[in-house]
């Protein structure tokens, strides 16, 4: 089964690491994410996350210069890996990408704070290749507020981070929704012109936590023709443990609440505990795909959590 995963963290590792000295390649590296287990898993498509913590001192200059450095990373990585990955931006390039056997790297960008009240650096963003924004992570920025500790739930999006949407729309940045608050999701179903994503986001009547969309959110979400991604985060799954069987509960139940083309993988790897993960990295993400099999989904289904609804997703979006 081919396989697309919208949201890992590993460029955050890897400029970690390299302003620690260390150099994790992406080819082979002991991480959860590299290119010969996206490979051998038969993984079409990774979204590759420039991660940035607002609370802690950048790598860089900026918080800001982080993202760009991450991108260089994920460029340079690329660029000695051409073989088997291409820097991808649309649909047409991913599909294309298929038949020369390469896997589609998409690069989002989570935090969309790191502009502060910079409307011109999404056009920056949007010509280096990002076309993916998670509004928020845990902090109130510019743009809005997040679903965190419970301070923020019902607030909406700012002045700034309406302008945000529409600039967003207009270029053609899909909007992320995970993190945000619930007041601020809202605003993206009303206000946005495009569908929009919660790349790793969980069913929260499944397990109560902020960080997981409510049924009311997931067939807003729906509605709007979006999609959202199943996290392995064990907070997220059950709170315990990250277990295939918690997945499976949260996936059935989004399916049986959106519908089959609500649903598509955000595993979060590398930006969440490695603890309690039952599936230790993306050599493991089959495990999931037979154990659905297992399960009694139907085969239709599977494909389209597996790749084909973020395909559809992209589709959508660009002809919006």
């Given at each position: 089964?081919?396989?697309?995963?919208?949201?890992?963290?590993?460029?955050?590792?890897?400029?970690?690491?390299?302003?620690?000295?260390?150099?994790?390649?992406?080819?082979?590296?002991?991480?959860?994410?590299?290119?010969?287990?996206?490979?051998?898993?038969?993984?079409?498509?990774?979204?590759?996350?420039c991660y940035v913590d607002l609370g802690?001192?950048?790598?860089?200059?900026?918080?800001?210069?982080?993202?760009?450095?991450?991108?260089?990373?994920?460029?340079?990585?690329?660029?000695?890996?051409?073989?088997?990955?291409?820097?991808?931006?649309?649909?047409?390039?991913?599909?294309?990408?298929?038949?020369?056997?390469?896997?589609?790297?998409?690069?989002?960008?989570?935090?969309?704070?790191?502009?502060?009240?910079?409307?011109?650096?999404?056009?920056?963003?949007?010509?280096?290749?990002?076309?993916?924004?998670?509004?928020?992570?845990?902090?109130?920025?510019?743009?809005?507020?997040?679903?965190?500790?419970?301070?923020?739930?019902?607030?909406?999006?700012?002045?700034?981070?309406?302008?945000?949407?529409?600039?967003?729309?207009?270029?053609?940045?899909?909007?992320d929704v995970s993190h945000l608050s619930?007041?601020?999701?809202?605003?993206?179903?009303?206000?946005g012109k495009r569908p929009f994503l919660?790349?790793?986001?969980?069913?929260?009547?499944?397990?109560?936590?902020?960080?997981?969309?409510?049924?009311?959110?997931?067939?807003?979400?729906?509605?709007?023709?979006?999609?959202?991604?199943?996290?392995?985060?064990?907070?997220?799954?059950?709170?315990?443990?990250?277990?295939?069987?918690?997945?499976?509960?949260?996936?059935?139940?989004?399916?049986?609440?959106?519908?089959?083309?609500?649903?598509?993988?955000?595993?979060?790897?590398?930006?969440?505990?490695?603890?309690?993960?039952?599936?230790?990295?993306?050599?493991?993400?089959?495990?999931?795909?037979?154990?659905?099999?297992?399960?009694?989904?139907?085969?239709?289904?599977?494909?389209?959590?597996?790749?084909?609804?973020?395909?559809?997703?992209?589709?959508?979006?660009?002809?919006?």
């Amino acid at each position: 089964m081919k396989i697309i995963d919208m949201h890992v963290d590993t460029l955050l590792k890897m400029i970690s690491g390299k302003m620690n000295g260390e150099d994790i390649s992406l080819l082979d590296n002991n991480i959860n994410v590299d290119l010969n287990r996206l490979r051998s898993s038969n993984y079409i498509g990774q979204v590759f996350a420039c991660y940035v913590d607002l609370g802690v001192l950048p790598f860089t200059d900026s918080h800001y210069g982080d993202a760009l450095e991450m991108i260089n990373i994920l460029k340079g990585e690329i660029e000695n890996n051409k073989n088997l990955i291409s820097l991808t931006s649309d649909l047409k390039t991913h599909l294309e990408n298929q038949e020369k056997d390469l896997i589609s790297g998409f690069l989002s960008v989570e935090e969309g704070g790191i502009i502060g009240e910079d409307l011109e650096k999404l056009d920056e963003l949007y010509e280096l290749g990002v076309r993916f924004i998670t509004l928020t992570w845990n902090y109130e920025n510019a743009i809005g507020f997040p679903n965190f500790e419970g301070k923020y739930q019902y607030e909406g999006l700012k002045p700034f981070g309406r302008e945000v949407l529409e600039k967003m729309d207009d270029l053609g940045i899909v909007v992320d929704v995970s993190h945000l608050s619930d007041g601020g999701f809202y605003d993206i179903a009303k206000y946005g012109k495009r569908p929009f994503l919660a790349t790793h986001s969980n069913s929260r009547k499944v397990q109560n936590h902020l960080r997981n969309l409510t049924d009311e959110m997931i067939k807003a979400l729906a509605n709007k023709g979006g999609l959202m991604g199943l996290n392995f985060c064990d907070l997220f799954l059950d709170g315990d443990k990250s277990s295939v069987e918690s997945m499976i509960r949260h996936f059935k139940h989004i399916v049986n609440v959106g519908g089959e083309d609500v649903i598509g993988l955000g595993t979060d790897f590398d930006g969440i505990s490695e603890e309690n993960l039952e599936l230790k990295g993306v050599e493991d993400t089959p495990k999931l795909i037979d154990a659905l099999e297992r399960e009694g989904i139907k085969p239709r289904v599977i494909e389209k959590f597996a790749y084909k609804n973020f395909e559809d997703f992209l589709y959508r979006f660009e002809n919006y």
